[in-house]
């Protein structure tokens, strides 16, 4: 009876925790999607190359085909030549001049923030657990067919069984779904030349998102520079550093 009465319970919470399931990995498949067609994102890393190869011209690291994605998170602790203005503020003040743009990325991957966030190994467990309450319902069901004469026994096969075969068809697409969002974080990290890392697989998202925080916070003062009130002086510009601040490591294909 017991077993028949935790069987009834996984079936009313099993709907709740395949929700869960399917969000979480509908958030990852989308921000798969966005980092490798977001248009704003791939021009500012095209940039960051340039401006890098220009930095380390005459250097071993000169002629980069990529660099670190941690690089980019220096962008905004470096200064230009002025001390005060930031490297990220620099490349965002130069792109927006060839192309506004730029000015989109910061709403251009709404996924990032809360792919950044998703731990695999939890929805793994949610997984997990729907897997083994329907096989104790399977099992209990085989119980209750060996003991068709206690009471209630046809009532909770019926029910069960219809209950199993539904939630065994949307079992298994949420564990195909979870070795493909793997998959595809795989194929973007290295598609962005990072190194794959199965034990933390969002790892690349999480950097994109901490490069994303420090793009808002450096974006809006860029803008507010660069566009000048009639009449009011103009700034000379301002120059990247002349040192080869900025080492560019080959490692990301743009």
Do not use: Y
Request: aromatic content about 4%.
């Amino acid at each position: 009876r017991s077993q028949r009465i935790k069987c009834m319970l996984f079936a009313r919470t099993a709907e709740s925790t395949l929700e869960k399931v399917d969000e979480q990995q509908t958030i990852v498949h989308e921000v798969c999607h966005e980092v490798k067609t977001c248009t704003p994102f791939l021009k500012l890393l095209q940039a960051v190359l340039e401006l890098g190869n220009h930095l380390n011209r005459g250097s071993h690291r000169a002629g980069a085909v990529g660099f670190k994605l941690d690089a980019l998170l220096k962008l905004a602790d470096i200064k230009a030549v002025d001390k005060k203005t930031s490297l990220l503020q620099f490349v965002i003040d130069q792109m927006r001049k060839q192309d506004p743009s730029i000015d989109t990325l910061a709403d251009a991957m709404p996924h990032v923030k809360a792919a950044s966030t998703i731990q695999l190994s939890a929805v793994d467990c949610m997984i997990g657990e729907l897997r083994a309450g329907l096989k104790m319902i399977r099992d209990n069901v085989e119980v209750a067919k060996r003991h068709m004469d206690e009471k209630g026994s046809e009532r909770f096969i019926e029910s069960m069984e219809e209950f199993h075969t539904a939630a065994w068809s949307s079992f298994s697409a949420a564990e195909a779904s979870q070795t493909d969002i793997v998959g595809k974080l795989e194929n973007v990290t290295r598609w962005l030349g990072e190194t794959f890392a199965a034990t933390d697989p969002v790892k690349t998202i999480r950097t994109i998102q901490e490069f994303m925080v420090a793009f808002r916070k450096m974006a809006k003062p860029a803008a507010s520079r660069s566009g000048s009130r009639p009449g009011s002086a103009q700034s000379s510009p301002t120059k990247p550093p002349r040192d080869g601040t900025l080492s560019v490591e080959v490692n990301v294909t743009c």
